[in-house]
């Protein structure tokens, strides 16, 4: 029989990612051409590319990432329903969409080789605009598990900001829209957005409000809910929500430029923001995260069997979440009231809520590790 191996080549560029006066650039965004550093800096649309993907990541762990892996590689993973109501999965994250943009090459010469067949998807990053809505709002329509609240003026505000944001979308996508600026809806290849809200800024939004009601009230230690409620309320304008989210089979080898494009901008924003007020906005001493976990029902008896890589007690649905969660000053865990269809393989977990909250001061050492984990992947 034929042994059958699948390599997914990627590249991933910077379109319509622009800034002020130039700063030092970090290590994953290579060097302008020449006449990119004459009057308005324009971060470089040079391409990068891997050799191959690995399967992708939903934790550290081996036990963690066979999950993903059988759930992106199922029958139905790969032809989703097209409606709205359908792109949810059975464990409430977006469902994973296949690159438009593939190009495969099969090589076989006898039944004693092996046959490779090659993938290659483009991934591009851009600001965020108005076009973006529907894409951003469908990644986000669980961010408060089932509450009610103004999702919609929540997803605004992440599109209006645009000094401060990415959206991440399929190569084609971009040749479909080159030349189109009618503003219309062009969010069909929207894989992925994250950015950073400053909580005092957006204060007086009603969706802001009813999510820092919703914080405090899916908090239930007293202690930890005071400490919480003094950020979100006295110092919300030190403390950023940083949102992130991302179809599952976005390529995690993305994950670190997404960040460092993010944090990136952060700082730069607190220099090239035309007002003294947008740029303190910008000087982020705290960032809040909501995110989803899955933990096992029978953590409580981890310690005892904790050689079965199966009784692992967490899953990270994003690896990075584990690395805030390590480096988080506070945290904490709620239930969800979503309905929930677990898939076998997760029959021993039940989803849970995590929100966090992670100095900026230690920005740098998560950027590092995260580095870290995809070159150890």
Known sequence: MLDTATSLQYSYKMRGKTRGPLKPRNPWRP???????????????????????????????????????????????????????????????????????????????????????????DFEFFDPKPGDFHGVKLLLQNYLDNKPWDLSGFVDLILEQTTVGTVVKSGDQDEEEEGDDDGGNDDEGLYAVISALNLGRYAGHRCIKELKRFLLEVCSDDSTKKKLKLLLEQQASD??????????????????????????????????????????????????????????????????????????????????????????????????????????ELKNYKEMGLVMVVKADDVPKFREKLKSLVVES
């Open 31 to 121: 060097s302008p051409p020449e006449s990119a550093t004459m009057g308005q800096g324009r971060r470089p649309a040079k391409r990068r590319r891997l050799s191959r993907l690995p399967p992708l990541l939903l934790a550290f762990s081996p036990f963690a990432r066979s999950i993903l892996f059988a759930r992106s590689t199922a029958p139905n993973s790969t032809n989703p329903d097209p409606s709205p109501s359908s792109r949810t999965t059975e464990v409430g994250i977006a469902d994973p969409k296949p690159p438009k943009a593939i190009k495969r090459i099969e090589s076989s010469e006898d039944e004693e080789e092996e046959e490779v067949e090659m993938v290659q998807a």
């Open 239 to 344: 403390v950023g929500l940083l949102v992130s989210q991302r179809f599952v089979n976005c390529p995690y080898q993305l994950v670190p430029p997404l960040y460092d494009a993010l944090f990136d901008e952060v700082s730069w924003a607190t220099e090239d923001e035309p007002t003294q007020e947008l740029r303190d906005s910008f000087r982020f001493k705290y960032y809040i995260l909501v995110a989803r976990i899955f933990e096992s029902k029978n953590v409580n008896q981890y310690k005892a069997k904790q050689s079965q890589d199966c009784d692992e007690p967490v899953i990270y649905i994003k690896a990075e979440d584990q690395i805030f969660r390590e480096l988080s000053s506070l945290s904490f865990t709620f239930h969800l009231h979503a309905e929930q269809l677990v898939p076998p």
